[in-house]
């Protein structure tokens, strides 16, 4: 196996979930070419991955771009694909590869199953994403030893957290980082018990820190208004791998399920990951030192684009105390 194609068109977290695979990968094969092929805004979670050889971005624009793309996608020739994506145009493009071995998953039991080579025979939801992901391996005879998510990044990305921690008088690992943004609103714990939170830590030595992409800026406005001692909002000011630079200098990051959280704990950087309609057990950050919030609420029956539960919601029953509990824990845990 010389030249080898990982596809995964999701999010943020899912590509930093995808990155034990591809360890793996290079160490069964450690002279292929490996590519991935990944949805613009995602790429930069591989951008300095070792174990990638090649990124490829599926593109958005017009029809003639994405039929160029294709072109160019045939003539890489491949010899295998893994497509993690289990979706209709993952496989598709899976398919146009025209390698003779194209493996994917297709729990749904649509018609891409027929795109591929060979479909792998895993139950989706009943094992955590990185075994999930590693179950595809097992149809080219490799039985990995599956490790934490990896993400890298550079010198030139330490000195911009250093400039940030500069500017704001930060100091390493005596500060913690709050993102209190969401996907979707019910998947975020209420801003007011974020900024209680980081009232309390601020009184035991540790100012807090609230990241997130620009558009985030209104929760992190929201969590200063209901706070009583200062915050620092690095919102829209940090690059996915400066903020990467910035979580592995940092005591703890605590923040609801979304990329930032696998990107935490990917950088080493300590977790308590905040959860409500996703389950831990298949969606939860792997890292050495990460723990889980989570009610268990059957929110099938809530779920995009609502919930019904208002004050009984799942991320509601999450209270201040709790998660400053294991927040302690972690704190006391490091000195």
């Not at 390493?172 to 974020?194: G, L, M, N």
């Not at 029956?301 to 972690?330: L, N, T, W």
Request: hydrophobic share 40%.
């Amino acid at each position: 196996m010389q030249n080898i194609l990982v596809i995964k068109l999701r999010y943020i977290g899912d590509v930093v979930l995808s990155t034990p695979l591809i360890r793996a990968l290079r160490e069964r094969y450690p002279h292929a070419r490996i590519t991935a092929l990944v949805n613009p805004g995602t790429d930069e979670v591989l951008r300095h991955n070792p174990h990638v050889n090649d990124i490829l971005l599926v593109p958005r624009a017009g029809w003639r771009d994405q039929l160029a793309f294709l072109r160019f996608l045939r003539a890489q020739r491949f010899d295998c694909v893994i497509d993690l994506t289990d979706g209709d145009r993952a496989a598709f493009l899976s398919a146009i590869t025209g390698a003779p071995i194209r493996i994917g998953y297709n729990h749904e039991r649509r018609w891409r199953g027929t795109l591929y080579s060979r479909c792998v025979k895993a139950s989706y939801g009943s094992t955590h994403m990185v075994e999930y992901h590693g179950q595809a391996l097992a149809e080219l005879g490799i039985v990995p030893d599956l490790q934490n998510p990896q993400i890298f990044f550079t010198e030139a990305h330490q000195h911009a957290a250093e400039r940030l921690m500069q500017e704001t008088g930060l100091h390493d690992h005596k500060f913690v980082i709050f993102h209190p943004a969401a996907r979707y609103w019910f998947k975020a714990w209420p801003v007011e018990r974020f900024a209680q939170l980081s009232d309390r830590l601020y009184d035991r030595g540790y100012p807090v820190v609230v990241v997130g992409a620009a558009q985030d800026e209104p929760k992190a406005r929201a969590l200063k208004t209901h706070t009583t001692r200062p915050i620092v909002s690095l919102v829209g000011r940090t690059r996915l791998l400066d903020l990467a630079a910035l979580l592995q200098r940092c005591a703890l990051f605590i923040g609801n399920d979304a990329g930032p959280m696998h990107v935490a704990a990917a950088a080493g950087c300590p977790v308590v990951a905040l959860f409500g309609p996703t389950d831990p057990r298949v969606w939860g950050p792997r890292g050495r030192h990460t723990t889980v919030v989570y009610k268990g609420v059957d929110c099938r029956g809530c779920f995009h684009p609502g919930c019904f539960r208002g004050e009984e919601s799942c991320m509601k029953q999450i209270s201040v105390e709790e998660v400053y509990a294991k927040a302690v824990a972690f704190l006391t845990e490091k000195g």
